[in-house]
Each structure stands twice: as structure tokens, then as C-alpha cells.
């Protein structure tokens, strides 16, 4: 399992190489025309029988390696989210440049005839797949994926965090303000993953915590975890005056004391402030808990047109590492969260780091667990890092299975193994439900267990 993990790593360290040399090699050009294979256009036809434009012939057959699907073992394709323009600047440029990609997608299959599908995520939008394969819209013409939006490029763009979300529920907040509000908040759990702790705070004069029976506490943000807190999402209802100065110092209090315990993630923390205005900046709550190192990020979320309190909103971002963002409708809500996650990403982009992140277990058309490595470049003109994507490949879950030495066992034995999060990666029992990354848990009795951490150490 080891060399299998290895050679897996190499591939995907091959392309974080050739992608931060083609970056730096790329001039950025806002007028650049560019003609490339879109994944959902290619093979398309106009009335009259041409090409569509960003299609073209896009030569497909049948492969058994990948579960019998037609594609393309020479090319890649490019996929762009509904609500993003084909052929905006940033998109073409930074299609142009990741070419180089194809004959390292190339090289790597023919140096490993085990890896299945090979992609570089872009912090741009655009998402790169090989082999090139065509995609379906769903009945209403959209197809939703967003790479940015799926947890392993989060989870690799990032690094395992402790979160406290404070929601302003005072009276100002009634109506679609609200509305607003609760999705953000559920958009931002769905940004944090297995390594992630967090808990939510709603405040007006007073603190109330939407799980009662987890004051003062964070918990793990597993899908149950995040399902049941969305679920209380609901009972939020505005009255009464918000008093953020209460609900920061809550919240520094849990983060602080989380962090000297070890109880949470002992790296990243950050809080995530959710009103329609402050009218202070609450330097002096701060100064007191946060100040000098700032080691909380502030991210203030505010809702609504009006901007008349936008001005402290932006200092306590500043002043604390974050990012400020205004939400004024529903449809401004995704876009916005997920812009947290570029600030959360610098110190590993400043700091060079190319950590290869595993996985867990998610149920595609075979059960597989996926290799990321992050990709950085950092301009030598500059001291801000610039997250240029995530890089990955996939292992299905059978590949580690033949290495079992099942002969070695016995009759009567068999071998399991159990991720460090506590999931089943592979069980005599096992039986796969139909969601993307949670396996059925079953109760097992350990005669012999392998452990695999989240680096993929054995």
C-alpha cells in the first residue's frame, strides 16, 4: 500500500512542477484569444452542423480502465461552472498556460498503468481532467460542480482549522436578512471538512448557542455534525439588540481555551461574523484577546445593500488577518464564503509548502479515495502568496484491496483497514451508502487492522 501511495504522490508532485513552471513562464494577456476543448461542448453541432464554438471533434473510445467510458487518452478537456463565462480573461489565461499539463497527464499514465483520472483544480474556476472525457448537463442545462466548492481541493488548499460562527439574530436581521444569514451560515459548514472543528453562535442581547448542549465547545465537522446544526438553522428567529462585544469575547474564550487544551485542530482558528453592521469596532475586545499576535482571523459577512456600517466591518477584518465581504442577495451567497478560503491558504503558499493531502472514501462509479497536492506560486516581487489551485489523482479502493496478502490470514482471518478519522476504508462487510464521502459503519471485530494516516504513512 505504501508504494502504491508513493507513486500516486510522484505523479501529482510531476504536476505541481510543470504547472508552476508554465505559470511563471505565462505572461498574463486580458485580450488573449484562445481555443480550447470544453468538456461540455465538445462533439456539439450548430443547426447547420458546424462546430460550436470551444467544441470542436474531440476523438472518443470506449475504455475499460475507466469503467468503460469513451474518452480521450491523448487530451485533456476543460470544464467551467454555469455561472462563469467561458471565455472570460482570467479563465483563457489560465487555460492557456495549464496546456502543459497534457503531456504530463500524458507521461505519468504510461509511467503508472494504475492511475485513473488525473485533474488541476483551478482557484480561477476552471477544472482540468484527464483523460478528456465529455459531460452531461442535468435536465435544466446546468452542471453545478465547482471544483473550488468540493471538499478535497478545500482540503488541501487549507489546512485543518477551529471555527466559531457568530450570527446576528437582533431585530434588524427579520426577513430575507435572515434568510441570508442561515445560508451563509450552512455555506460556510459545507466549506469545513473532518479535520475541522466548529460551533455557531447566535446573538442579540444575549448568547445563545444553536446547539444548547454544546456551549462553550466545538465539535468535530462531520457530516452529522454540520447536518444537525443545519437543521437548528431554522429555529433562528431576530428580536431584540445585538451585542457583538458579548459574543466576541464568547467566542475568543472558546478558541483560546480550545487552543491550550488540544481539544480542536491546534492549527488555524478563525471567526465568522454574520450581521447587517456594527457600530463600534471593538478594539478594546481585541486588544485583549487577540492582539499582538492576532493568531484569530476575523472574517465579518455583511448582509444587506446598505453600507453604512461597512466601514468597522473592513478595520476588524484588517486588524485581525481576514477578509471583509457584503452579501446582498441569495445568489451572492457562494461566491462570497468562499473567498475566505483563498486568505486561509496564504501561509502555506508563503511558506512553500506542498502538503499531499488524503482523502476520505467517497462512492463514485467505483469506491476510490483521492492523492491532492497543493499548488503555489509566490511572485518574486511580492510577499503575498497566490494560490494557483490543487492538483489530484484518484485510487480506488479494489487497487489497495489486492495487495491484502489474504493467503497470509488464514481461513478464518481478514484484514480492515480504518482511516484516522475513524472511517472504514475497506472491510469484508463493508457496505457502500450512496453519499459522496461517508461510508456505512459497521461494527467489526479487529483481528488484524492497518492504519492509515492522513499522509498516507504506514
Same mark, same amino acid.
Given at each position: 500500500?505504501?508504494?502504491i501511495?508513493?507513486?500516486?504522490?510522484?505523479?501529482t508532485?510531476r504536476?505541481?512542477?510543470a504547472?508552476?513552471?508554465?505559470?511563471?513562464?505565462?505572461e498574463e494577456?486580458?485580450?488573449l484569444?484562445?481555443e480550447?476543448?470544453?468538456a461540455?461542448l465538445i %462533439?456539439?453541432?450548430?443547426e447547420? =452542423?458546424?462546430s460550436?464554438?470551444l467544441g470542436g471533434?474531440?476523438?472518443?473510445?470506449?475504455?475499460d480502465?475507466?469503467? %468503460?467510458?469513451?474518452? %480521450? *487518452?491523448?487530451?485533456?478537456?476543460?470544464?467551467?461552472?454555469?455561472?462563469? !463565462?467561458?471565455?472570460d480573461?482570467?479563465?483563457?489565461n489560465?487555460?492557456?498556460?495549464?496546456?502543459?499539463?497534457?503531456?504530463?497527464f500524458?507521461?505519468?499514465?504510461k509511467?503508472d498503468?494504475t492511475?485513473?483520472w488525473?485533474?488541476?483544480?483551478?482557484?480561477k474556476g476552471?477544472?482540468?481532467?484527464?483523460?478528456?472525457v465529455?459531460?452531461?448537463?442535468?435536465?435544466? =442545462?446546468?452542471?453545478?460542480?465547482?471544483?473550488?466548492?468540493r471538499?478535497? !481541493?478545500?482540503?488541501?488548499?487549507t489546512?485543518p482549522?477551529?471555527?466559531v460562527i457568530l450570527?446576528?439574530?437582533?431585530?434588524?436581521m427579520?426577513?430575507?436578512?435572515?434568510?441570508?444569514?442561515?445560508? @451563509?451560515v450552512a455555506?460556510?459548514?459545507?466549506?469545513?471538512g473532518?479535520d475541522?472543528f466548529f460551533?455557531i453562535?447566535?446573538?442579540?442581547?444575549?448568547i445563545?448557542?444553536?446547539?444548547p448542549c454544546?456551549n462553550?465547545?466545538?465539535?468535530?465537522?462531520?457530516?452529522t455534525n454540520?447536518?444537525?446544526f443545519?437543521?437548528h438553522?431554522d429555529?433562528?428567529f431576530a428580536?431584540?439588540i445585538g451585542l457583538?462585544g458579548n459574543?466576541?469575547?464568547?467566542a475568543f474564550?472558546?478558541?483560546?481555551?480550545?487552543? #491550550?487544551?488540544?481539544?480542536?485542530?491546534s492549527?488555524?482558528?478563525?471567526?465568522?461574523?454574520? @450581521?447587517?453592521?456594527?457600530?463600534?469596532m471593538?478594539?478594546d475586545v481585541?486588544?485583549?484577546y487577540n492582539?499582538?499576535?492576532?493568531?484569530v482571523?476575523i472574517?465579518?459577512?455583511?448582509?444587506?445593500?446598505?453600507?453604512?456600517?461597512a466601514d468597522? *466591518?473592513?478595520?476588524?477584518?484588517?486588524?485581525?488577518? =481576514?477578509?471583509f465581504?457584503?452579501i446582498?442577495t441569495?445568489?451572492?451567497v457562494?461566491e462570497?464564503?468562499?473567498?475566505?478560503?483563498?486568505?486561509?491558504s496564504?501561509p502555506?503558499?508563503?511558506d512553500?509548502?506542498?502538503?499531499?493531502?488524503? @482523502?476520505?472514501a !467517497?462512492v463514485?462509479s467505483?469506491?476510490?479515495? %483521492?492523492?491532492?497536492d497543493?499548488?503555489?506560486?509566490v511572485?518574486?516581487?511580492?510577499? #503575498?502568496?497566490?494560490?494557483? =489551485?490543487?492538483?489530484?489523482?484518484?485510487?480506488?479502493?479494489?487497487?489497495?484491496m489486492? @495487495?491484502?496478502?489474504?493467503?497470509?490470514?488464514g481461513?478464518?482471518?481478514?484484514a480492515f483497514?480504518?482511516?484516522n478519522?475513524?472511517?472504514?476504508?475497506?472491510?469484508?462487510?463493508?457496505r457502500p451508502?450512496?453519499r459522496?464521502d461517508?461510508l456505512?459503519?459497521?461494527?467489526?471485530q479487529p483481528?488484524?487492522?492497518?492504519?492509515i494516516?492522513n499522509?498516507?504513512?504506514?
Amino acid at each position: 500500500m505504501e508504494e502504491i501511495f508513493r507513486k500516486k504522490a510522484e505523479a501529482t508532485r510531476r504536476l505541481v512542477e510543470a504547472a508552476e513552471e508554465a505559470h511563471l513562464q505565462h505572461e498574463e494577456n486580458p485580450d488573449l484569444q484562445y481555443e480550447y476543448f470544453n468538456a461540455v461542448l465538445i %462533439n456539439e453541432v450548430d443547426e447547420d =452542423g458546424n462546430s460550436v464554438e470551444l467544441g470542436g471533434e474531440f476523438l472518443l473510445e470506449p475504455n475499460d480502465h475507466f469503467n %468503460n467510458l469513451s474518452v %480521450n *487518452l491523448s487530451l485533456s478537456v476543460v470544464q467551467v461552472p454555469t455561472n462563469m !463565462y467561458n471565455k472570460d480573461p482570467d479563465i483563457v489565461n489560465g487555460v492557456y498556460w495549464s496546456e502543459a499539463l497534457n503531456k504530463v497527464f500524458v507521461d505519468n499514465f504510461k509511467r503508472d498503468p494504475t492511475l485513473i483520472w488525473q485533474y488541476f483544480g483551478s482557484a480561477k474556476g476552471f477544472f482540468r481532467q484527464y483523460p478528456g472525457v465529455k459531460w452531461h448537463p442535468d435536465d435544466h =442545462g446546468v452542471i453545478a460542480f465547482d471544483c473550488r466548492n468540493r471538499k478535497w !481541493y478545500i482540503q488541501a488548499a487549507t489546512s485543518p482549522k477551529d471555527v466559531v460562527i457568530l450570527v446576528d439574530v437582533s431585530g434588524s436581521m427579520k426577513g430575507l436578512r435572515l434568510t441570508i444569514a442561515r445560508q @451563509t451560515v450552512a455555506s460556510i459548514l459545507d466549506t469545513l471538512g473532518d479535520d475541522d472543528f466548529f460551533n455557531i453562535i447566535a446573538y442579540n442581547q444575549e448568547i445563545h448557542y444553536v446547539e444548547p448542549c454544546l456551549n462553550g465547545t466545538l465539535v468535530q465537522a462531520d457530516s452529522t455534525n454540520k447536518d444537525h446544526f443545519k437543521e437548528h438553522l431554522d429555529k433562528l428567529f431576530a428580536k431584540g439588540i445585538g451585542l457583538l462585544g458579548n459574543a466576541l469575547t464568547e467566542a475568543f474564550t472558546i478558541l483560546n481555551e480550545i487552543n #491550550q487544551t488540544g481539544r480542536g485542530s491546534s492549527c488555524s482558528q478563525a471567526i465568522m461574523l454574520i @450581521t447587517d453592521g456594527a457600530t463600534e469596532m471593538y478594539d478594546d475586545v481585541f486588544a485583549k484577546y487577540n492582539w499582538p499576535e492576532r493568531k484569530v482571523r476575523i472574517f465579518p459577512y455583511l448582509i444587506g445593500r446598505e453600507s453604512a456600517f461597512a466601514d468597522n *466591518l473592513k478595520w476588524m477584518a484588517c486588524a485581525n488577518k =481576514g477578509y471583509f465581504s457584503q452579501i446582498s442577495t441569495l445568489a451572492d451567497v457562494q461566491e462570497n464564503v468562499m473567498r475566505y478560503l483563498h486568505v486561509m491558504s496564504r501561509p502555506k503558499v508563503i511558506d512553500h509548502e506542498h502538503d499531499t493531502v488524503w @482523502t476520505e472514501a !467517497y462512492v463514485d462509479s467505483a469506491v476510490s479515495i %483521492n492523492n491532492h497536492d497543493m499548488l503555489l506560486c509566490v511572485p518574486p516581487q511580492k510577499n #503575498q502568496g497566490i494560490l494557483l =489551485g490543487v492538483v489530484g489523482t484518484d485510487i480506488p479502493i479494489q487497487e489497495l484491496m489486492k @495487495t491484502i496478502p489474504k493467503h497470509k490470514l488464514g481461513i478464518h482471518g481478514y484484514a480492515f483497514a480504518i482511516t484516522n478519522n475513524g472511517y472504514i476504508l475497506t472491510h469484508p462487510d463493508l457496505r457502500p451508502m450512496g453519499r459522496t464521502d461517508i461510508l456505512l459503519w459497521v461494527q467489526i471485530q479487529p483481528d488484524i487492522g492497518i492504519m492509515i494516516s492522513n499522509r498516507a504513512e504506514i
